[in-house]
T-cell receptor
Framework: DTGVSQDPRHKITKRGQNVTFRCDPI?????LYWYRQTLGQGPEFLTYFQNEAQLEKSRLLSDRFSAERPKGSFSTLEIQRTEQGDSAMYLC???????????FGSGTQLSVL | DQQVKQNSPSLSVQEGRISILNCDYTNSMFDYFLWYKKYPAEGPTFLIS?????DKNEDGRFTVFLNKSAKHLSLHIVPSQPGDSAVYFCAATYGGYQLTFGKGTKLSVIP
């Protein structure tokens, strides 16, 4: 069991730059989620895929954010024109069909300077 | 509008004693509840869960209690160990996919 893998672990960028994060879920899981966590808060839901279909997006996900899961396996989360308010831990999780138990990766810590 | 609330930001407990972490929720649609544990620089790790049709679920040293009428759940850890020191998040869901998390409680178990 390799678990959920996220890359990179840390990303420092300048305001206005674009960044992309990758998530590899547990191989037999067909559901994939992106969450964001800021200091002192719990993880907040961003978006959810079942296989390659993006089925739900939070209102937190502005137009500058886009997520894809092209072949129903790995997923990418892109943030365009980053802002300082985007600084956070971006967490990816996966689960099987009908599974409420999410398995999280170690996250990507984004710092926007 | 915080639908899942953990009102205690931190808790200190002596090793070997019981740790009780509390969580309140406001959305009566929630039908499944989970506790996650998080160490610094790591993602949350699933600990234990409970369906709304039950009032108790036990797994080793961890027990979760659900009081639906009070919209309250609690996590009991007995006996507490230093390795239990972490941030604990309560989460709830309905429809089975989007978890709503509380802000977490930092548990410190003192040797």
């Amino acid at each position: 069991d390799t678990g959920v893998s996220q890359d990179p672990r840390h990303k420092i960028t300048k305001r206005g730059q674009n960044v992309t994060f990758r998530c590899d879920p547990i191989s037999e899981h067909n559901r994939l989620y992106w969450y964001r966590q800021t200091l002192g808060q719990g993880p907040e839901f961003l978006t959810y895929f079942q296989n390659e279909a993006q089925l739900e997006k939070s209102r937190l996900l502005s137009d500058r954010f886009s997520a894809e899961r092209p072949k129903g396996s790995f997923s990418t989360l892109e943030i365009q024109r980053t802002e300082q308010g985007d600084s956070a831990m971006y967490l990816c999780a996966s689960s099987g069909t009908g599974g409420e138990k999410l398995f999280f990766g170690s996250g990507t810590q984004l710092s926007v300077l | 509008d915080q639908q899942v609330k953990q009102n205690s930001p931190s808790l200190s407990v002596q090793e070997g004693r019981i740790s009780i972490l509390n969580c309140d929720y406001t959305n009566s649609m929630f039908d499944y509840f989970l506790w996650y544990k998080k160490y610094p620089a790591e993602g949350p790790t699933f600990l234990i869960s409970i369906s709304s049709i039950k009032d108790k679920n036990e797994d080793g040293r961890f027990t979760v209690f659900l009081n639906k009428s009070a919209k309250h759940l609690s996590l009991h850890i007995v006996p507490s160990q230093p390795g239990d020191s972490a941030v604990y998040f309560c989460a709830a869901t309905y429809g089975g996919y989007q978890l709503t998390f509380g802000k977490g409680t930092k548990l410190s178990v003192i040797p």
